[in-house]
């Protein structure tokens, strides 16, 4: 199965900015879409976005639209979450998921494999 690493994380100021990458290796040929989540302590793991590889078809959760914007590179298999006026609620650990064919895109069920996550921390 595809294999996935994240990486961008780290600690920023509110207002500010970060870029995430997910590379993926393995066969991504069989790779649909590639989601962004994330975790806050004690809470639920809640979408945030994702892409289509093919078409490029992008989502974004309500809480994120206007300063998260999702890409991808197609040829280096990596996939990217601009990150932008951050804040404090922000904070949690961001993971990126493959979906092997078409699903419910928000649906973390729905993804195939993960990978590790990275750490964003935003203070205020």
């Known amino acids: 199965q595809v294999q996935l690493v994240e990486s961008g994380g780290g600690l920023v100021q509110a207002g500010g900015s970060l870029r995430l990458s997910c590379a993926a290796s393995g066969p991504t040929f069989s790779s649909y879409r590639m989601g962004w989540f994330r975790q806050a302590p004690g809470k639920e793991r809640e979408f945030v976005g994702a892409?289509?590889?093919?078409?490029?078809?992008?989502f974004y959760a309500d809480s994120v639209k206007g300063r998260f914007t999702i890409s991808r590179d197609v040829p280096k298999n990596t996939v990217y979450l601009q990150m932008s006026s951050l804040q404090p609620e922000d904070t949690a650990v961001y993971y990126c998921?493959?979906?092997?064919?078409?699903?419910?895109?928000?649906?973390?069920?729905?993804?195939?494999?993960w990978g590790q996550g990275t750490q964003v921390t935003v203070s205020s």
């Open positions: 892409i289509n590889w093919s078409g490029g078809s992008i």
């Open positions: 998921a493959n979906q092997r064919y078409s699903r419910v895109y928000n649906r973390r069920s729905d993804y195939d494999s």
